[in-house]
């Protein structure tokens, strides 16, 4: 006796195929009737089932392993859609359009001299979740932390239309919601944090880099350190940045256009505006 073990009925009305049920007696012939037919057609409903069952939960604790590490880098929402729908985010190396996003610490290093390892932890731990909040808020990707520096994307893996206009909002919360850490701090005897932004716009490259030990989803192009070294220049409190990414912006905030800067690694002076506050 022989039935196929048929999984839930798809929109066609016809159920998935997972497998084959075989039933044989080696000893003797026709030793199957009828009810025994019929139990093995019931029986092989239930293992479909128990299958079909088993399968929904590899899937599940699949996504959500893919759906914690995602969100260590991606807002939930994006995060949910690459765990949730494949192949509409594409994680493969291509070119786009992307806002680059760096932030620091100013005097960082100085400050971190007069403090212990725990505080310097603290410090960071606080501060990192914070700006990290606000740019998931803002649709932002978090690319990575290098010591007290975040660099951040919008475009990537995910674009939007106001890119930009989301990228400007997140930088000036940044600088507001830190000016109430530090009143907090303060209370708390702690020392205050400044830090510079910079933001760049322009076509790079986005994938996965890395070796076949480990991978990291990030960019690479003039954009990122041109945005870096925007960062570099920015004083406490400001943010800087290029013209290419100030023509992106649909609303931007009140500006004042600055003095081009001649930048390591650039032919020309690169004109850049600064937020006023």
């Not at 209370?187 to 510079?196: C, D, K, N, W």
């Not at 350190?225 to 943010?239: K, V």
Request: glycine share 8%.
């Amino acid at each position: 006796m022989c039935t196929p073990l048929l999984g839930s009925r798809d929109q066609t009305g016809e159920g998935k195929v997972l497998g084959l049920l075989y039933v044989d007696s080696q000893t003797a012939t026709e030793a199957f009737n009828d009810e025994d037919l019929e139990f093995l057609i019931a029986f092989s409903g239930i293992a479909a089932v128990a299958i079909e069952n088993s399968q929904l939960l590899d899937r599940i604790q699949r996504e959500a392993v893919v759906v914690s590490n995602f969100q260590r880098y991606f807002a939930p929402n994006i995060a949910e859609q690459i765990a949730g729908q494949e192949g509409a985010v594409q994680l493969g190396g291509t070119k786009r359009p992307v806002v680059v996003f760096f932030s620091d610490i100013r005097g960082f290093t100085p400050m971190s001299e007069t403090m212990g390892p725990d505080d310097i932890a603290t410090l960071l731990n606080e501060y990192f979740t914070e700006m990290v909040e606000i740019v998931f808020e803002h649709g932002g990707t978090l690319d990575k932390f290098m010591g007290d520096a975040i660099m951040a994307l919008w475009g990537a893996p995910i674009s939007h239309n106001d890119d930009a206009d989301r990228a400007i909002a997140a930088a000036i919360e940044m600088q507001s919601v830190l000016v109430q850490l530090n009143v907090k701090w303060a209370a708390e005897g702690r020392q205050p944090v400044e830090i510079g932004i910079g933001i760049d716009y322009y076509e790079v490259f986005a994938g996965n880099i890395g070796s076949d030990r480990r991978l990291e989803y990030t960019v690479i192009g003039d954009a990122v350190n041109t945005a870096s070294r925007l960062c570099s220049q920015a004083g406490p409190g400001e943010i800087i940045l290029s013209r290419r990414f100030y023509d992106e912006l649909a609303t931007p905030p009140a500006m004042e256009e600055l003095e081009a800067l001649q930048l390591k690694g650039k032919a020309e002076k690169v004109p850049v505006y600064r937020v006023k506050r």
